[in-house]
């Protein structure tokens, strides 16, 4: 299947409608020449009445993380935003709700075998960390970001760019002294 075809899937998925407030709008980016995957949570409010991945204060965050200009980051030959769930999960108690389970094993496996085997990941968060460093199970978000050199450069654990971040990295000042060089590096390398 070409990866116009499985995005074209994608759009038309609504697996999640019955439990989607806003509905199902599956927000997604990926060519079969992109060697820098950013793998995150799930679209937010105002992604999802955009359409456009990571258009909100995270994303400007995130791309200052990587030191990528909106042009790279918003290129499919060069980035895939493929977060855990595709559609905006709507908001809970404390902020929006986690992505729905059923969309990474849905999409997942099928959109990562579309991209270049040799290719740089970050992984955006708790939820992304849960399921593809399995092996750091138990250890927590602190210790998995920490621990970027047991992975770097084909693997980057990275909290997740919200505004709640800022009180993390006051607290951790390796991680701008640390591990942002050596993901500006990695993703540089990536991008190119």
């Not at 799930?42 to 990528?68: I, M, Q, Y």
């Not at 905006?88 to 404390?94: C, F, M």
């Not at 991209?115 to 927590?140: D, I």
Request: aromatic share 8%.
């Amino acid at each position: 299947m070409t990866c116009d075809a499985l995005r074209d899937e994608i759009a038309a998925c609504t697996v999640c409608a019955p439990f989607l407030a806003a509905g199902p709008r599956p927000v997604v980016q990926f060519s079969a020449t992109a060697r820098l995957v950013i793998i995150g949570q799930a679209p937010g409010r105002r992604v999802h009445e955009s359409g456009v991945p990571w258009d909100d204060a995270s994303g400007e965050r995130l791309r200052e993380w990587t030191g990528l200009t909106p042009d790279v980051f918003y290129d499919p030959a060069v980035v895939a935003l493929v977060p855990m769930g595709f559609c905006y999960p709507g908001t809970g108690e404390s902020g929006d709700l986690p992505p729905r389970p059923e969309c990474a094993p849905l999409w997942h496996e099928r959109v990562l075998a579309s991209l270049p085997e040799a290719r740089t990941t970050l992984l955006v968060g708790s939820f992304a960390q849960a399921r593809y460093l399995t092996a750091a199970r138990g250890q927590s978000l602190t210790e998995r970001v920490r621990a970027f050199a047991d992975h770097a450069p084909a693997l980057f654990a990275l909290p997740h760019p919200s505004w709640r971040s800022t009180g993390w990295m006051r607290k951790n000042p390796w991680f701008e002294a640390d591990v942002l060089p050596q993901l500006r590096v990695a993703v540089r390398a990536a991008a190119s």
